[in-house]
């Protein structure tokens, strides 16, 4: 015999004979059989026990089938009513429709149909469990694509935000970030132009000073529009964006999507960046200007930190620099003797096509080249006769002094190498580490020629300064010995302007 006992079913009637035959019918084939005498007991019934089926009269006293039905369908729209009545009337059968009764028994009821009535509502009601089941599943599906692709949508942002701290936090000059901020804006918001504008509070002007995108030289002049437009902008402290651009308010017909947004440091508008649209369907949205804003505090936040940073560094340059002062100022004698070696380093450095930043680090070495001085005692750094041997090797010792007073700081590795070799030799005679030739960094190559030069020169302590000729030639006669042949010639090139 087939298993009904979990097949629970509720007959509904207020004749006690129907509920009895039902009941009697159904427990024999082995169903669950619960029976109410009218709604009020039935709904009573349903909230404790979980039901398969209810089969309902429909004129009873308290509570009729069709309020009945109408209840169920409330607290639960999956559990199937079946309507039984002596008297169906087209109103009663429209009426049990609207409540969501499945089926519709004639009376007197033939038990056998309510057992096929039931059998045929459990097979649909499996059917249409599964379909919920089913749908469901489409949409946690697609709850799920939705999810994962809003996840995709964050991570890219997040990945743009790191990418544009980033390239801030590697810039370490001011106009290094003017140009990161055009690139990032061009590139992030997908702009076929982005320019960065400063801004002069005195006469009210802007001045582009970074530009990324299709006009890399220059654009048009600014339009009086445009000017407005940035006026407005650093007004009010806001970005300012024109979705559609169709030339009504004064910006270039040729830009389609345009977006200005002010930059600020310690809340004094240092200018504004632009990003424009030239071409194609693209329109800039919120989201763009979103970005662009994120782009725009960051950078403001480095240029601020370099401008602390570019402080920071000339002031440790003038404190190492005073040491030199100070330690010059112990020996008259070599008083500016720094000044004038980073003086004719960078004059022999230029003559031989240094680079800017070559030129820099010259004049940087050449004031301190001699630092390491500080950490040798007076008696024999301002000894006015000859050296004895110790002493000299007492001496020799301050270009790696010096190189690590200045490496300390961390920030000055070239510079640091530099005074490092200011004493080797060409020929791999000299000090600290003996390098030899083109393994010597040019620029002590350099400062050398130029210290050589110079303290011979001038006064010193043990002896007075050569003449000039003398000296000149004491360089000639020192190339590929102690100096690299190449520096020595451009040195007597220039050695009149000396
Ligand atoms: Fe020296």
Same mark, same amino acid.
């Given at each position: 015999?087939?298993?009904?006992?979990?097949?629970?079913?509720?007959?509904?009637?207020?004749?006690?004979?129907?509920?009895?035959?039902?009941?009697?019918?159904?427990?024999?084939?082995?169903?669950?059989?619960?029976?109410? %005498?009218?709604?009020?007991?039935?709904?009573? /019934? &349903?909230? +404790? $026990?979980?039901?398969?089926?209810? =089969?309902?009269? #429909?004129?009873?006293?308290?509570?009729?089938?069709?309020?009945?039905?109408?209840?169920?369908?409330?607290?639960?729209?999956?559990?199937?009513?079946?309507?039984?009545?002596?008297?169906?009337?087209?109103?009663?059968?429209?009426?049990?429709?609207?409540?969501?009764?499945?089926?519709?028994?004639?009376?007197?009821?033939?038990?056998?149909?309510?057992?096929?009535?039931?059998?045929?509502?459990?097979?649909?009601?499996?059917?249409?469990?599964?379909?919920?089941?089913?749908?469901?599943?489409?949409?946690?599906?697609? %709850?799920?694509?939705?999810?994962?692709?809003? /996840? &995709?949508? +964050? $991570?890219?942002?997040?990945?743009? =935000?790191?990418? #544009?701290?980033?390239?801030?936090?590697?810039?370490?000059?001011?106009?290094?970030?003017?140009?990161?901020?055009?690139?990032?804006?061009?590139?992030?918001?997908?702009?076929?132009?982005?320019?960065?504008?400063?801004?002069?509070?005195?006469?009210?002007?802007?001045?582009?000073?970074?530009?990324?995108?299709?006009?890399?030289?220059?654009?048009?002049?600014?339009?009086?529009?445009?000017?407005?437009?940035?006026?407005?902008?650093?007004?009010?402290?806001?970005?300012?964006?024109?979705?559609?651009?169709?030339?009504?308010?004064?910006?270039?017909?040729?830009?389609?999507?345009?977006?200005? $947004?002010?930059?600020?440091?310690?809340?004094?508008?240092?200018?504004?960046?632009?990003?424009?649209?030239?071409?194609?369907?693209?329109?800039?949205?919120?989201?763009?200007?979103?970005?662009?804003?994120?782009?725009?505090?960051?950078?403001?936040?480095?240029?601020?930190?370099?401008?602390?940073?570019?402080?920071?560094?000339?002031?440790?340059?003038?404190?190492?620099?005073?040491?030199?002062?100070?330690?010059?100022?112990?020996?008259?004698?070599?008083?500016?003797?720094?000044?004038?070696?980073?003086?004719?380093?960078?004059?022999?450095?230029?003559?031989?096509?240094?680079?800017?930043?070559?030129?820099?680090?010259?004049?940087?070495?050449?004031?301190?080249?001699?630092?390491?001085?500080?950490?040798?005692?007076?008696?024999?750094?301002?000894?006015?006769?000859?050296?004895?041997?110790?002493?000299?090797?007492?001496?020799?010792?301050?270009?790696?002094?010096?190189?690590?007073?200045?490496?300390?700081?961390?920030?000055?590795?070239?510079?640091?190498?530099?005074?490092?070799?200011?004493?080797?030799?060409?020929?791999?005679?000299?000090?600290?580490?003996?390098?030899?030739?083109?393994?010597?960094?040019?620029?002590?190559?350099?400062?050398?020629?130029?210290?050589?030069?110079?303290?011979?020169?001038?006064?010193?302590?043990?002896?007075?300064?050569?003449?000039?000729?003398?000296?000149?030639?004491?360089?000639?006669?020192?190339?590929?010995?102690?100096?690299?042949?190449?520096?020595?010639?451009?040195?007597?090139?220039?050695?009149?302007?000396?």
């Amino acid at each position: 015999m087939v298993d009904n006992s979990k097949h629970t079913i509720l007959v509904v009637d207020d004749e006690e004979g129907i509920l009895e035959i039902s009941e009697e019918f159904f427990e024999r084939k082995g169903y669950t059989v619960y029976t109410a %005498r009218n709604g009020v007991e039935a709904i009573d /019934l &349903i909230k +404790r $026990v979980k039901i398969c089926c209810c =089969f309902t009269d #429909i004129n009873m006293p308290e509570m009729d089938g069709l309020e009945l039905a109408e209840q169920i369908r409330k607290f639960d729209n999956t559990l199937p009513v079946v309507v039984m009545t002596g008297y169906p009337s087209l109103d009663n059968t429209i009426r049990t429709l609207k409540n969501g009764v499945v089926d519709f028994l004639v009376k007197p009821v033939n038990l056998e149909q309510m057992e096929l009535s039931f059998r045929r509502i459990v097979r649909e009601r499996g059917l249409f469990v599964e379909n919920l089941i089913l749908r469901e599943e489409v949409e946690r599906q697609e %709850r799920l694509k939705a999810l994962n692709d809003e /996840l &995709i949508a +964050r $991570v890219d942002e997040v990945n743009t =935000f790191n990418r #544009i701290m980033e390239d801030f936090s590697s810039s370490d000059s001011s106009h290094g970030i003017f140009s990161k901020v055009v690139e990032l804006s061009q590139e992030v918001v997908k702009a076929d132009e982005a320019v960065f504008y400063i801004y002069t509070e005195q006469d009210n002007s802007f001045v582009s000073i970074a530009r990324s995108g299709l006009n890399p030289h220059g654009g048009e002049e600014l339009s009086d529009g445009t000017r407005d437009l940035f006026h407005g902008v650093i007004k009010d402290d806001k970005p300012c964006l024109v979705f559609q651009n169709n030339g009504n308010n004064g910006i270039s017909e040729n830009i389609r999507s345009f977006m200005v $947004v002010p930059l600020k440091i310690r809340e004094k508008t240092f200018g504004v960046v632009t990003a424009s649209v030239l071409s194609g369907a693209r329109r800039f949205g919120d989201k763009d200007v979103y970005y662009m804003n994120f782009i725009t505090q960051k950078a403001a936040s480095a240029i601020e930190n370099i401008a602390l940073y570019e402080n920071i560094y000339d002031n440790l340059f003038s404190t190492l620099y005073a040491f030199v002062a100070v330690l010059e100022a112990r020996d008259p004698y070599t008083r500016k003797h720094s000044t004038r070696v980073a003086e004719i380093g960078h004059m022999i450095g230029k003559e031989m096509m240094c680079e800017d930043e070559e030129l820099d680090i010259l004049n940087f070495a050449g004031h301190l080249h001699d630092i390491g001085k500080i950490g040798i005692r007076d008696d024999i750094l301002l000894k006015p006769g000859r050296l004895t041997r110790e002493e000299y090797e007492k001496i020799k010792e301050h270009p790696a002094i010096g190189a690590d007073i200045v490496g300390k700081l961390g920030l000055w590795d070239r510079e640091q190498e530099i005074i490092r070799h200011h004493h080797e030799y060409y020929d791999g005679t000299g000090y600290p580490d003996g390098l030899m030739g083109h393994g010597i960094p040019k620029l002590s190559r350099i400062l050398s020629v130029a210290d050589a030069f110079d303290a011979m020169a001038s006064d010193r302590a043990y002896r007075k300064r050569m003449e000039r000729g003398k000296v000149l030639a004491i360089i000639k006669e020192g190339k590929g010995t102690q100096f690299d042949p190449e520096v020595v010639d451009v040195f007597l090139k220039i050695a009149d302007r000396v």
